[in-house]
């Protein structure tokens, strides 16, 4: 019999590597790459040359240099005419696969036939130093070069030769023998490491307030006025002045996000609309943002009057000619550095802190990242009729982008590299993506078009899931969503530690609103936000991709969530589950209250009557009680405390449940791309999920609009008998002991099943009886 496959581990593993090299010291280990892996490298630091030989009449030559350990080649830039050229070129040979005793550095003379063979400089591996820093750089050497036979030749290099690792200064941008394949200047500044900034973003808010002696050109009507302003690629305009005169009014606000250094200006026009399709510019104005006043606080800012200038059409061509008479605007703009600039998920922000560095509070502890390794990468494009991958990861804190260097043609990759961010809030979370490197060979341009580097795989770690100064090292899963379902691309193995300055400041910041005063000062609303989100996010996939080497715009988007508000049945079943999960307590709860009141256990029920007796009689109790259960319920569970960090769940995402067509709905573009039957089934589908929605949302309506009408006199019998219960309960009430009336209820509530009949309670079947406004609904 045929057996069925495994299913797939989707499970975070614990892992024992071997970090720092094993130097221990106390309780840290004392080298700054502590969280990686060492690496050994070969270092051959390729300085300059001085009185090569030349081959015409002039004397010089077009040299280059070629490092060359068994199979592995590297070579620098070459000279044209140069005798004394300057190279200040590093190699770096992996010590893990070393194929040759012998280093050969040798000279050569560029030629269009055959390259001329100019001396060489021999080393053996065994003499080689080593260097661990922080011990200063290698000083370089003057070497005379040999020719083939071992004989002196004419000229010197200067060269310095050592062994190290990862951690020396000279490792991001030297010359790595993996990646011996990769061809021309832009494919090896492409698999470098590097550390990118994002750019500091300001919410700009531009209030409108008036305008002031208008000239539109036609006189005898009213004019309809509005304001447009334009901020790079964002546009917004103002609704139509209500006061249609010359001189209108709006009291309006603009929010725009801007990004340092400024770089455009503000650009508002007044407008009048003069037909339906068309609009007459009626003045303008440029304001650079440079010259824009800071708020940092809620006071508010002064306004200010602007001249506006008209532009006039003459024989068909557009002159900026400025006609001097007295339109003017009159606004309030400023940047808000009070605020944070969202740019991405609330959910899972790296950052929460408002934009003027002035408000910022000191930082609260070092989060340290080791990005080791990966296991068992997925083919991600196809090179000489196999599968090959070349992974590189990017890393996301606050404003600190990390890129790791790209591991050429391996689904087992190895990095080793270690980042440190200032954390000054627990409540953050770093991202991991994992990318396969599409532009080896200069391929694509830097603002991300042609191939686009593939996701591989992300990973969320929250700091507030991690203990302070213990080393969490992990084996994450890389999952993935395709049409076809969720898939495993891999593992990323790291190693994460959150080093905590002040524990009694940390502790102080759970008392602290999450975002800056200013949100809850002067809130944002929700369309808003979403909006200038948006905004942030193309500024900073802008700017980052025109980087060198670029941080490419899929790459940003991946990790900055972008699309994931998008409409998905998958996630909406998911969050449903997730109420249900929430409610499940009270559930519990309630049918555990349940079986009490029936009986099912009599000592249970004894037990929880002679309780409330005591909680009835002694009232003071209550409180403490419930306070001193929930810390006993809490030290209880500390034994069963989660011991790795959260990872991505599939179970919990229904991303290993989901249905083939709504995954292909939810890949599907915005406006959709499927044909018109696919689209029907599907909106029929959201029809009869949104009926559902639309009955329990009445429902509500009807049990609330019932308690409304207990005293609406809707139906007058029904509000005279609650009247006059009311009237007996209050007297009642008066005269008896709060104590004795909260017994013979508790008893009530808890008595006997013997006493118990199954139909609805008095009480219920009044309620159920009260009239709604259903009967007046369509």
């Known amino acids: 019999m045929m057996q069925r496959p495994p299913p797939e581990d989707f499970s975070l593993k614990e892992t024992k590597p071997h970090l720092g090299g094993g130097k221990i010291s106390g309780d840290k280990l ?16 390729v300085v300059k040359a001085k009185e090569l030989p030349g081959k015409d009449v002039t004397g010089s030559c077009d040299p280059y240099v070629e490092v060359k350990l068994g199979n592995y080649k590297g070579t620098t830039r070459h000279f044209e005419k ?63 070069l040999e020719d083939r036979r071992g004989d002196k030749a004419k000229g010197e290099l200067m060269l310095a030769v050592w062994m190290g690792t990862q951690a020396d200064e000279a490792f991001p941008e030297a010359w790595h023998s993996d990646a011996a394949a990769v061809s021309g200047t832009d494919g090896l500044a492409n698999i470098r490491s590097k550390v990118y900034l994002s750019p500091k973003l300001w919410y700009l808010r531009v209030n409108v307030i008036e305008a002031q002696d208008l000239q539109p050109t036609d006189k005898g009507r009213y004019p309809e006025v509005f304001v447009k302003a334009i901020l790079g690629n964002q546009a917004l305009r103002t ?56 708020r940092l606080d809620h006071k508010p800012m002064n306004t200010k009057w602007y001249n506006l200038e008209k532009h006039v059409v003459i024989e068909g ?128 341009d830097k603002g991300g078009g042609g191939a686009k580097d593939s996701r591989i795989g992300k990973v969320r770690i929250r700091l507030s899931t991690l203990e302070t100064d213990r080393v969490y090292t992990h084996s994450y899963p890389l999952l993935v969503l395709h049409p076809s379902g969720v898939k495993k691309m891999g593992e990323i ?18 008392s602290h609103p999450l975002l800056p005063k200013m949100h809850y000062l002067h809130p944002l609303t929700v369309s808003q936000l979403d909006n200038l989100r948006h905004q942030a996010t193309q500024i900073v996939s802008m700017r980052l991709s025109r980087a060198e080497p670029p941080l490419r715009k899929e790459v940003v988007e991946y990790m900055l969530d972008v699309g994931s508000h998008m409409w998905s049945m998958r996630r909406s079943k998911a969050n449903f589950f997730r109420i249900m999960g929430v409610l499940g307590g009270l559930i519990a709860v309630g049918k555990w209250f349940d079986q009490i009141c029936h009986w099912k256990n009599p000592i249970t029920t004894v037990l929880i009557h002679i309780l409330f007796i005591i909680l009835v009689i002694y009232p003071e109790l209550i409180l403490p009680t419930i306070f001193l259960y929930l ?39 915005f406006p959709t791309s499927r044909p018109a039957d696919i689209v029907r089934m599907r909106y029929d589908r959201l029809r009869s999920i949104a009926g559902r929605i639309q009955t329990v949302v009445g429902d509500l309506a009807t049990q609330g609009e019932r308690l409304q009408s207990l005293l609406s006199w809707r139906d007058p019998r ?41 139909l609805p309670s008095v009480p219920l079947n009044f309620f159920r009886r009260l009239p709604a406004r259903t009967d007046c609904m369509l």
């Open 82 to 144: 140069k005798s004394n050229p300057e190279w200040n070129q590093v190699f770096a040979f992996s010590k893990d696969r070393l194929q040759a005793s012998v280093l050969e550095v040798i000279v050569k003379d560029k030629d269009f036939v055959k390259d001329d063979f100019i001396g060489r400089v021999n080393f053996d591996l065994n003499e080689i130093p080593k260097r661990v820093p922080p011990d200063s750089p290698l000083a370089p050497q003057w070497y005379k």
């Open 493 to 510: 193995h790291l190693a994460v530690r959150f080093t905590c300055s002040s524990l009694l400041n940390m502790m102080h910041m759970y």
């Open 631 to 669: 810390f006993l319920i809490g030290v209880w569970y500390y034994r069963w405390r989660p011991r790795h960090p959260p990872h991505m769940d599939t179970r919990l995402s229904h991303a290993d449940s989901a249905h083939p067509d709504e995954l292909d709905e939810e890949f599907d573009t």
């Open 30 to 45: 004392t080298s700054t790459y502590d969280l990686v892996e060492q690496m050994q490298y070969l270092y051959v630091r």
């Open 718 to 758: 029904a509000t005279a008998l609650f009247v006059i219960f009311c009237l007996i309960a209050a007297v009642v009430l008066y005269v008896t002991p709060f104590q004795v009336v909260a017994l013979l209820a508790g008893f009530y509530i808890l008595r006997h099943p013997r006493f118990r009949h199954k």
């Open 317 to 444: 061509e557009q002159k900026k000619k400025e006609i001097k008479f007295a339109s003017r605007i009159h606004m309030r703009i400023c940047l808000e550095g009070g605020y944070h600039v969202l740019d991405e998920s609330t959910h899972y922000s790296s950052d929460l802190r408002p934009t003027a560095k002035q408000l910022w509070k000191p930082s609260i502890g070092v989060l340290e990242l080791g990005i080791l390794s990966a296991q068992g990468l997925m083919p991600m494009k196809t090179k000489d009729g196999r599968g090959t991958t070349d992974a590189y990861c990017v890393a996301k804190y606050g404003q600190k982008w990390v890129r790791t260097r790209t591991i050429i043609d391996s689904n087992m990759p190895k990095w080793n590299e270690q980042y440190t961010w200032e954390v000054f809030d627990p409540c953050t979370v770093v991202t991991i993506g994992v990318f396969d490197n599409c532009h080896l060979h200069g391929g694509g």
């Open 239 to 294: 609704r139509i002045s209500q006061s249609r005169t010359i001189n209108p009014m709006w009291n309006e606000d603009l929010m725009f996000v801007a990004a340092e250094p400024f770089e455009e200006p503000l650009i508002l026009s007044v407008e009048d609309r003069v037909a339906p399709n068309k609009d007459e510019v009626l003045g303008r104005c440029a304001i650079p943002l440079q010259y824009v006043d800071r």
